[in-house]
């Protein structure tokens, strides 16, 4: 059984830049698909990026596509989400998630049994 833990969320004007860090342990990590979440208040969890486990092939939600990227360090147990030109819109709790059956990196919460406990985005005007 694999555990998660991220890092790296915080406060930061829009426009600005983050980056998320999810430390995996307990697990074969290379073997796991990999993915980011996130849930704003009110709201349902949803698809943020996904990567398969080799780090070839990513996934991206429409509102982030060209501002967010997701990438793995299979040597460090490590994926990452890099977030640049944050909007107060991207303010949510964000949640690494891992996936053994479907390695490809899946857009579906369903598909992961694993997470983490979220870190906090915010983005302010």
């Known amino acids: 059984q694999v555990q998660l833990v991220e890092s790296g969320g915080g406060l930061v004007q829009a426009g600005g830049s983050l980056r998320l860090s999810c430390l995996a342990s307990g697990g074969t990590f290379s073997s796991y698909g990999m993915g980011w979440f996130r849930q704003a208040p009110g709201n349902e969890r949803a698809f943020v990026a996904a990567?398969?486990?080799?780090?070839?092939?990513?996934n991206y939600a429409n509102s982030v596509k060209g501002r967010f990227t997701i990438s793995r360090d299979n040597a460090k147990n490590t994926v990452l989400l890099e977030m640049n030109t944050l909007n107060p819109e991207d303010t949510a709790v964000y949640y690494c998630?891992?996936?053994?059956?479907?390695?490809?990196?899946?857009?579906?919460?369903?598909?992961?049994?694993?997470w983490g406990q979220g870190t906090q985005v915010t983005v302010s005007s």
């Open positions: 990567i398969d486990m080799t780090g070839g092939i990513t």
């Open positions: 998630a891992a996936s053994s059956t479907r390695t490809y990196g899946s857009p579906r919460a369903a598909s992961y049994a694993y």
